[in-house]
């Protein structure tokens, strides 16, 4: 089992910028894959970034050049580093971890971009 804890969220004005963490924890983690997800009301999920254990990265074309995931193994934490937000980037955002196979979700954190 991995257990997923994100923090970060809030209220910030348009043009500003938000980090957000995702810390897992659990007994012999061994995550392949952790990804930041995001999901703005009346909308379907939709994959944000994703960060592989050695570093390899995907993001999604609407926030190339915004946002950095980044990861720390020793810590097992994913970062989400979002500058020049947008309105159009309010949603609830979540953390995922894969291992073994399974796919684990944390809570998320909710983004809210308005002047």
């Known amino acids: 089992q991995v257990q997923l804890v994100e923090s970060g969220g809030g209220l910030v004005q348009p043009g500003g910028s938000l980090r957000l963490s995702c810390a897992a924890s659990?007994?012999?983690?061994?995550?392949?894959?952790m990804a930041w997800y995001r999901q703005a009301p009346e909308k379907q999920r939709e994959l944000v970034a994703t960060i592989t254990r050695g570093g390899s990265t995907v993001y999604a074309d609407s926030v190339k050049g915004r946002f950095t995931i980044s990861r720390d193994n020793a810590k097992n934490t994913v970062y989400l580093q979002m500058n020049s937000l947008k309105p159009e980037d309010t949603a609830v955002y979540y953390c995922k971890a894969e291992q073994w196979n399974r796919g684990y979700w944390g809570q998320g954190t909710q983004v809210t971009v308005s002047s």
């Open positions: 659990g007994s012999n983690l061994d995550i392949r894959t």
